[in-house]
C-alpha cells in the first residue's frame, strides 16, 4: 500500500518516534521499533500486550502476525536486522533516517 508505505516513512523520519531495540514497544521508555512504528502508523493497538510484549526472533515476529500481512512477507529480518543491529555486516543499529531511505528504496 502506497499510502501506508509514505505514512510509515513519514512517521520514522519525523521525530515523533524515539528508537528502541528488541519489541516493537517498550512502554517503560517509550520506545519503538521500525516495526512498532509500521504498526502504530496501521492502527494496530498496542493494548493487552499484544503488541507491547512481541519480541523478533529469527525471521518470525512472535506474537502478532498481522505485520507479516501488511507488509506481505514472513521474513522481516531486513527491517528488525537493520532496527536492531542484530547481525555481522550491521555492527549498530541503523537510524529510523536509514531504515526510511532503505524502505523507500526496497519495499
Known amino acids: 500500500d502506497a499510502q501506508l508505505k509514505a505514512e510509515w516513512i513519514e512517521a520514522l523520519r519525523g521525530g515523533k518516534y524515539k528508537q528502541g531495540q528488541d519489541c516493537l514497544r517498550n512502554r517503560r521508555t517509550d520506545t519503538y ?10 492502527g494496530m493497538q ?13 525471521r518470525d ?8 500481512e501488511i507488509l506481505g512477507t514472513n521474513d522481516l529480518s531486513p527491517l528488525w536486522s537493520r532496527n536492531d543491529g542484530k547481525f555481522e555486516f550491521l555492527n549498530r543499529p541503523h537510524s529510523f533516517e536509514q531504515i526510511a531511505d532503505w524502505i523507500e528504496a526496497n519495499l
Open 33 to 42: 521499533c521500525c516495526l512498532g512504528v509500521l504498526a502504530e502508523v496501521s
Open 61 to 68: 515476529l512472535v506474537g502478532y502476525d498481522p505485520l507479516h
Open 46 to 58: 498496542f493494548e493487552d500486550g499484544a503488541l507491547a510484549n512481541s519480541i523478533v526472533i529469527g
